[in-house]
């Protein structure tokens, strides 16, 4: 009769806690997978942040935390995650009444672009661990890598004469009696803009800049389209850095930019167009559009070219980005210019690639690397 009793006591204990746990398990229940930096860069180190909290006071004995991610992202080995086609991970929790736990796991962006959480699952046991509660987050964290930073050492010299003589032809006077304002020095800086004040307020070179007199556009045109289809994403990612690389280095210089591309934004899958602008901001505005070029097929570069490029204007600047370099590109490339319209060509390979078809010394190479 006991044993009776004990039985119906634990059978009613079971029922009535299994009624409290499908009824309660999620209420109050935080999950947040969120990385710690909405922005980073290529190559930077960033982490990912995993908070479950129980404000409640009800014991969760087991709580599974199940989401996936991009596997651009570089995470230590680990038993509770798996890299396939995406980065897993398979997280087990314990949880006290009104107990919040915290864990950060350390990565490295591999790749420039916009990337958020694939699915957040949620998976709760009860007091039995027999019967199993399921829940998935829909608000999932995002974060945007900007494109790579290219090092100066692996800044071709003939790019740095050829962007020396573009801002030599704008011929932008500034204004020393309106001034802008106050950035870290760069080694393309002059002397006598450096404000001595400030650098040893912050400790580090600083220079002044100043509002313009003429200002005069350069447009940067960027072609996604490669000459070929060997080594093409690697080409294309080289593309985008040289296009983030020379607007930082022309805005830095006061120089208004404004960039167009034939390839699209991945969400919106409208063309890449950013209209001029000389602050830091803009930079910023431009790789911004650059990190959220997507994967699809860019629009075929000849008929963009002569879209976007104003034969009438004599004023702007065109700086073309282009591993295409075909001869229907070419040609109306040397017709273009014939015309008098102010274009100079960038040509992104490798090194074993011989570029042969470059006319004069405002066409040049500029050598993809290994960066790895």
């Not at 499908?22 to 860069?41: G, P």
């Amino acid at each position: 009769m006991r044993l009776l009793i004990v039985l119906l006591v634990a059978l009613v204990l079971y029922i009535i806690q299994n009624i409290i746990y499908k009824k309660f398990w999620h209420k109050n229940l935080e999950v947040n997978v969120r990385f710690a930096d909405s922005i980073i860069r290529e190559g930077d180190k960033c982490e990912l942040i995993e908070e479950i909290g129980n404000n409640k006071g009800l014991l969760l004995p087991i709580i599974q935390v199940k989401f996936a991610i991009s596997r651009t992202f570089i995470f230590k080995k680990e038993r509770n995650a798996s890299v396939t086609d995406q980065y897993y991970r398979n997280e087990y929790f314990s949880l006290m009444p009104y107990e919040k736990i915290t864990r950060k796991y350390k990565f490295i962006a591999s790749r420039r672009g916009e990337y958020k959480l694939s699915f957040l699952d949620i998976i709760a046991k009860d007091i039995f661990i027999n019967n199993s509660m399921y829940t998935e987050f829909k608000n999932l964290s995002s974060i945007l890598v900007l494109p790579r930073r290219i090092e100066a050492r692996y800044i071709p010299e003939d790019v740095v004469r050829v962007a020396g003589d573009i801002i030599n032809n704008i011929k932008m006077m500034e204004d020393p009696f309106e001034f802008n304002s106050i950035r870290d020095y760069q080694p393309y800086d002059t002397v006598n803009h450096i404000n001595w004040k400030a650098t040893a307020r912050m400790d580090s070179l600083q220079v002044n800049t100043f509002n313009t007199t003429n200002q005069k556009n350069i447009i940067i045109i960027l072609n996604t389209e490669t000459n070929s289809v060997r080594d093409s994403e690697k080409i294309v990612e080289h593309c985008i850095r040289v296009a983030a690389c020379l607007t930082d280095y022309f805005i830095s210089r006061n120089m208004p930019v404004a960039i167009r591309s034939n390839s699209k934004d991945y969400e919106t899958k409208e063309l890449i167009s950013i209209d001029s602008g000389s602050d830091i901001g803009h930079v910023r505005n431009i790789e911004i559009a650059l990190a959220r070029i997507g994967e699809d097929a860019p629009k075929p570069f000849l008929p963009f070219f002569e879209d976007n490029v104003d034969i009438d204007n004599r004023e702007n600047e065109y700086v073309i980005i282009s591993n295409y370099r075909k001869d229907d590109f070419m040609e109306k490339y040397a017709d273009y210019k014939e015309k008098g319209v102010k274009l100079t060509l960038i040509v992104p390979e490798y090194q074993y690639v011989t570029v042969n078809n470059l006319p004069s010394s405002r066409e040049v190479k500029w050598e993809v690397y290994d960066e790895n």
